[in-house]
Every structure is written in structure tokens, then in C-alpha cells.
């Protein structure tokens, strides 16, 4: 689908036509994407406006491209999908021409666009018309076929972003803007697909989980196992377990290395808002109620942003607040004496969670599924990924817990094993752990923990878990694993590893290093991938959890 060919300036005064075909009358505020104002092409400030006698004599910087992003962050995900969109040979060529970095759009230009496709980060990407060169430009909150009125405001490789102004002709099929619960969709960084029927929320993540493989795992396709539909959340709003609403201190407090900053930051018209990022702004939007967090959190939220209100000048400096829910108690039976949830703010208080027949209490400043709905679901998915295909004789016995938090994995799924071990990076996380092995009735010597790096774990286990009959989960952070601890796990070669990951393209990555290195080994060293499945943590949301099952054949 190509883009519509109209494009109209903001600006009717009859000044000559700047390369994009419109002009401003006002000078484009130099904000290039990620380069700094001293870096920004010369060719691109050319096309401001009215030129500075000044600066026309001055000698042009050389332009130095930024380096090039993380592999797998969100910034790298979005370049790939442009690449996509203007093709490999059109990157290239533009990279050897170095006009990748030379925009042909400024600052404020107006355009009516048709989008192409929907990015894995949940935003709309569409061509530039002709006769411009290819070059893309990436539309927050529109949907594939719509055709759109936009404003151009940044600029990065081969891509401009843009607001959207106008949904001139909204696709039908996929857009309708009465499912929308929010009051702050649209404006929120939080939420891209609440126009959207649930049904094709997960459709859109299959998706992701499928593209991720293609960009990142380096496998052929027929080494990738065929992505299942998405599985989904029970709850599609009112499930967030966790917010973190931030503000800024006023003005005339402000505090920066120790020294007030205060002179320097006096603004009158400084309003304060509590809330969240405000999309493609660095603002925060002021926020009284969020429709998918629990409603115990926003019950909270009032009363939280009140206080601080209140205590708004004694604050230095910006910062963050922390809205869990909680069970005030475990009830002894919960079926017939429903349990009060609760909310908590301080970081130290213990936070308690019921996932299926277990119970956890963590630290309300460490790391927890955010998502409680949907964790009876993940968990006994996981095992019976680990269950499947085994007959009796080859079932595993022993599992690893990599990246193992306060135990989620380790303790949900310890009845189907001899013997668990989970080790974690978080000095509390594992105190929690070993709690909650206890509060669930687990021995140590069945169910134990150890704090340290993931790839630690190996040394304990080496010649006293059969690999053979050992499941790893490995469930890192979004950067995934790192390659000490895919050496060590792959001269371990346990016989099943469910890698579970709240970044669908580093796990891609790991899985394809996983099952390449081990392709050449003989019968019984090589991994295969079983599955591959999204889980929706986050409905609403472009996020998608990624559960990849490997098993050696
Ligand atoms: C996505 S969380 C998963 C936690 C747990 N599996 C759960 O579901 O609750 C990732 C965990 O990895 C831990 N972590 C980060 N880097 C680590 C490392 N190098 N070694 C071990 N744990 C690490 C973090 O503290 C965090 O608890």
C-alpha cells in the first residue's frame, strides 16, 4: 500500500518551496531526533526559513551519524521495521549516498498520509510521497490502510516522526474508538491499541513474535517453530498490579548535583502534574485514574496525588511514586472468604500475591509479574511444555530457575520435580524466595536458591543434575542473556529449556545463538525448537511476552 501523494503545507505565504515541497514561515526548532543541535546536517538547516547572516558564513560541522542502537532495544526494533517498509536496497543506498541522515522534510510540515503498516513498538509507519525520496515516517496511534493528517516533529535514520493531527479516513474494519476506556488515550505513552478489538491486539502480537524470530534469531524458517496464536489475558483492563506515577519538583526547589538550580528553572506558568509520560513529549501528563491498573490502585491514586499535592514544596527534585496491590492476608480458605486487597507504596513493605494454590510475598521495590490474572496460565503452560513429549522414562526430574526473581517458576512448578535450584542477581528477591519456598511448604533441600549471576548456577549444578533429565527456565531482562551464561548452559545441555522473556527480539536472538552453535553436534547435543507462543502481560499495550520451548534431539 503506498502513501497518498497530497501534501499540504501549514504555511499559504507565498514563500519559495523549501525541498519537501511546503515551507514555514517559521524557523523549524532545531531538534534533529537523536542528534544534538551542533550535529544536525547542514543541508537540513538549510531549509529553515529565513537564513541567519551569521551563521551563513559559518563553517558547516561535519556531520557524525550517532552510533548505532542496542541490538534489540525498542530503537532497533523500529529500525529494522523501516528498513522493512523502504527495503534493504533503498537503506543501502542511501547509507553509501550518506543522505540516511538527511531528512527531506523539516520541522512543522503537514502531510496527509496513508499508513503502511503497523512498527512492533505499536506505531503506525508510512512512505513519504513522491517525488519525495523514500523515507518514512513513523505516526503514533494510527492503524495499517488509514490515511492520516500529520505534523512532522523529529528526526531520525530514514524515518521522521510525526503528531497525528487528523484521522481524515479511519479504517473501519480495525478502528473503533468506542472500546476506547480511557480518557487520556491518545495522549498517554502507556496504551497504543485500545481502539482495537482484542482479537486483533493479539493477532498484531503473533506478529511481532513472528518478525522477531525473522530479524533476530540468524535462523532459516524451517528452524523456527510455527508461532501459535497469543494467549490471552483473562482481564483486558483492570489488570496492572503495579504503577509508578512521577512528577517533577517545583521550579523554585529544584536541586541538581546538590546546588539549587532554582534561578535557572523559574518558570511562572509551572503547573504540576503527577502521571505518566505524555507520548513523543518529554512532559508528564497529569493522570487521576488509569483503566488498567486494578482498581485497588486507583481507588489509590486519589489519595496519593493529594498528598503530594500537599507536600509538593518540600520536593528537590523530580520523583516517582509506587502504587502496588497487595492481599492485605492470606485467608486460610480464599473460595469462601474473599481477600481484601490493599495498596502499597513503600518499597520495603512486603507485598503478598496468590498465583493458582500459591502464595508469594516479595518486597514491594523488587521485581513481580505485573500481570496477576494471567500468571495461573503462564505458570502451568511452562509446565506442561516441560511435561509434553516426555514419556515417564525421560520426564525431567530437576529444574533450573534461571533469573528467578522471588520464585515464581521454581515454586509453581516444584511438584513435578525431584529437585529445584533458582539463582538471582537480587539479594532480596532471593530472601523472598527461600520464604516462599517455605510459605508453600518446600524444603530447602528440594527447593533452594542462590544469589548471584544467572551463570553462576552451573558450578552448583554440573554432575549433580542429570542434564539429561533437567529443565532450564531461563526468564532474563530485556537486554536477555548474556553470552557467559549461554556458554556455561550449553556445556551443561540440559534436555529442555523453556526461555521465557519480556523481549521477544533479545530472546530471538539467544534462541537462534542456542540452536545455531549446537546444529553441527551430534544426535542428542542439538537443540530444536517445540513452540514458540506470545502471552499478553499487557493488553492494550504493543508489549507481547515470548515463551520459546527448546528440547534436544
Ligand atoms: C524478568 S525478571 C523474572 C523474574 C522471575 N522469573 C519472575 O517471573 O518473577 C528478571 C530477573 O532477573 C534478575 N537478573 C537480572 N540480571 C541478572 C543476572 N545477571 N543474573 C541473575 N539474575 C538477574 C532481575 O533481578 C529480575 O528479578
Known amino acids: 500500500m503506498s502513501a497518498v501523494g497530497t501534501v499540504r503545507s501549514r504555511d499559504s505565504s507565498p514563500m519559495p518551496s523549501s525541498p519537501s515541497g511546503t515551507h514555514n514561515a517559521k524557523k523549524p526548532r532545531l531538534e534533529y531526533g537523536l542528534l544534538a543541535e551542533d550535529e544536525i546536517p547542514a543541508a537540513l538547516q538549510e531549509s529553515s526559513a529565513a537564513p541567519d547572516k551569521e551563521k551563513a558564513f559559518r563553517k558547516p560541522k561535519k556531520f557524525k551519524a550517532p552510533p548505532p542502537p542496542e541490538p534489540g532495544s525498542a530503537d532497533d526494533v523500529s529500525w529494522r521495521d523501516i528498513v522493512q517498509l523502504l527495503g534493504q536496497d533503498v537503506v543501502d543506498a542511501a547509507s553509501a549516498s550518506k543522505t540516511d541522515y538527511k531528512s527531506p522534510v523539516v520541522f512543522g510540515d503537514e502531510f496527509e498520509l496513508v499508513v503502511d503498516m503497523l512498527s512492533s513498538n505499536g ?10 525520496p523514500p523515507w518514512a515516517v513513523k505516526i503514533p496511534f494510527a492503524l495499517p490502510q488509514e490515511t492520516v493528517r500529520v505534523k512532522i516533529v523529529k528526526h531520525t535514520r530514514m524515518a521522521s516522526h510525526a503528531d497525528l493531527l487528523e484521522i481524515v479516513k479511519p479504517n473501519d474494519e480495525l478502528r473503533d474508538m468506542s472500546r476506547v476506556r480511557c480518557q487520556y488515550f491518545g495522549k498517554c505513552a502507556g496504551c497504543q491499541y485500545q481502539m482495537l478489538s482484542y482479537d486483533k491486539q493479539l493477532e498484531f502480537k503473533s506478529t511481532v513474535v513472528e518478525k522477531a524470530y525473522k530479524n533476530y534469531s540468524g535462523l532459516d524458517a524451517s528452524d523456527v517453530a510455527p508461532v501459535l496464536p497469543t494467549m490471552a489475558s483473562p482481564l483486558q483492563y483492570g489488570y496492572r498490579t503495579k504503577i509508578t506515577p512521577h512528577f517533577d519538583a517545583p521550579p523554585e526547589n529544584r536541586m541538581r548535583k546538590g ?10 506558568t509551572w503547573e504540576l502534574k503527577i502521571g505518566f509520560e505524555e507520548r513523543g513529549k518529554p512532559n508528564t501528563l497529569d493522570i487521576e485514574e488509569c483503566p488498567i491498573a486494578t482498581q485497588c490502585l486507583n481507588d489509590a491514586l486519589g489519595p496519593a496525588r493529594e498528598k503530594v499535592k500537599s507536600t509538593i514544596h518540600t520536593y528537590k527534585r523530580a520523583a516517582t511514586l509506587l502504587l502496588r496491590d497487595s492481599l492485605e492476608s492470606f485467608a486460610p480458605d480464599p473460595v469462601a472468604q474473599p481477600e481484601t486487597h490493599v495498596c502499597i507504596s513503600d518499597h520495603k513493605a512486603v507485598v503478598r500475591e496468590r498465583v493458582g494454590a500459591h502464595i508469594f510475598e516479595f518486597p514491594a521495590g523488587s521485581f513481580f509479574q505485573n500481570n496477576n490474572a494471567i500468571l495461573p496460565t503462564l505458570v502451568s503452560y511452562v509446565k506442561s511444555a516441560i511435561e509434553d513429549m516426555s514419556t515417564p522414562d525421560t520426564r525431567p526430574t530437576h529444574l533450573v530457575d534461571a533469573y528467578c526473581g522471588s520464585g515464581l517458576f521454581s515454586i509453581t512448578l516444584a511438584s513435578a520435580f525431584e529437585k529445584v535450584v533458582g539463582v538471582e542477581i537480587d539479594e532480596q528477591a532471593i530472601k523472598a524466595a527461600r520464604a516462599n519456598a517455605a510459605l508453600n511448604g518446600l524444603p530447602a533441600d528440594r527447593c533452594a536458591f542462590t544469589a548471584g549471576k544467572a551463570e553462576a548456577i552451573f558450578a552448583s549444578v554440573l554432575g549433580v543434575f542429570p542434564a539429561e533429565r533437567t529443565a532450564v527456565v531461563i526468564d532474563p531482562p530485556r537486554k536477555g542473556c548474556d553470552e557467559r551464561f549461554l556458554k ?6 540440559p534436555a529442555t529449556l523453556v526461555y521465557v522473556s519480556c523481549n521477544v527480539h533479545t530472546q530471538a536472538r539467544d534462541v537462534g545463538l542456542i540452536v545455531g552453535r549446537t546444529k553441527g553436534d551430534e544426535e542428542g547435543r542439538r537443540y530444536r525448537m517445540e513452540s514458540l507462543r506470545g502471552f499478553d502481560l499487557f493488553p492494550q499495550t504493543a508489549h507481547v511476552e515470548s515463551v520459546a520451548v527448546l528440547r534436544l534431539v
Open 488 to 493: 556455561q548452559l550449553l556445556e551443561f545441555r
Open 123 to 132: 506505531e503506525a509507519l508510512a512512505r513519504l510521497p513522491a517525488p519525495h
Open 259 to 268: 546546588k539549587h538550580v532554582a534561578k535557572k528553572a523559574k518558570d511562572a
